[in-house]
């Protein structure tokens, strides 16, 4: 049985008096979709082990409103947007970290016009600097020597210009780090961006993230790593109509770190 997780809620703090390090905007995926939970759960671990005072808002974070708005319906997006900023600024939240890259784009961007400032990072900016502070030491473990190809979240990368810190994490974990032809500012969409998330494709020849798997394979990965939910899903998704599900993995950076870690 492995040690029970440590997520302090921010109410809890509150009661003692005191105010965490950094809060952990969970986002939607990371707290209901599987998948992602098992992010969650590894970010946390890393994040313990790393003796970060973190809180989450629990059941009082709610969705930050990045499908409402992409998908044009900016009514309901400020409506999500505002009741979260409320919520924030009432714990007087200064920073804040998170493993999805809408949640992070949309917190950083575009809540501050409506009165929420707050110090914003992606859990790979984070762990980055918990590693250069000393905090959190990276072992190669299993991923010694695998070949990993990194694939960049459309807001990560193009929208916010963060590269460097989830290739240099992998490089950390002394993998053999590949670039598909499509990277960095030549990114590619895994195709879920603007709320295709949550519909089936338009009529086409190729869905967008079969397109983007291809790319993948043919730099012959072990591992097709990731640093958002949704393209941890539309990866999965071309790994499995690509029948090599059995061959190459898909996982997310906090996952990898963790599990050099054996956490």
Not at 192 to 202: D, I, N, T, V, W
């Amino acid at each position: 049985m492995s040690e029970l997780l440590k997520v302090p809620t921010m109410a809890e703090f509150m009661a003692q008096g005191k105010q965490p390090e950094v809060l952990f905007w969970v986002g939607c995926a990371g707290s209901f979709d599987d998948r992602a939970k098992k992010i969650t759960k590894a970010f946390v671990k890393l994040l313990n082990k790393s003796n970060v005072e973190f809180a989450v808002l629990g059941t009082e974070e709610s969705c930050t409103g990045d499908p409402a708005k992409r998908a044009g319906n900016e009514f309901l997006f400020q409506m999500q947007a505002v009741t979260n900023i409320e919520v924030m600024n009432a714990y007087e939240v200064k920073k804040i970290v998170t493993a999805c890259p809408h949640c992070f784009n949309t917190i950083k961007n575009e809540y501050p016009e409506l009165g929420g400032k707050y110090e914003v990072m992606h859990h790979t900016q984070f762990l980055k600097t918990l590693l250069d502070e000393g905090r959190l030491t990276i072992e190669g473990g299993q991923f010694k020597g695998k070949r990993i190809t990194f694939h960049d979240p459309c807001y990560l990368g193009r929208a916010n210009n963060v590269y460097e810190a989830p290739r240099d994490l992998i490089r950390k974990l002394e993998a053999e780090l590949i670039e598909m032809k499509n990277c960095r500012r030549n990114g590619l969409c895994c195709g879920a961006g603007g709320a295709q998330m949550f519909k089936e494709p338009e009529k086409g020849n190729k869905d967008v993230n079969v397109e983007r798997t291809e790319q993948a394979l043919d730099v012959k990965p072990q591992i097709i790593a990731a640093g958002c939910p949704f393209c941890n899903t539309m990866m999965t998704d071309g790994v499995k109509a690509k029948e090599k599900e059995s061959d190459v993995a898909v996982m997310d950076i906090a996952e990898l770190i963790a599990n050099a870690q054996d956490l």
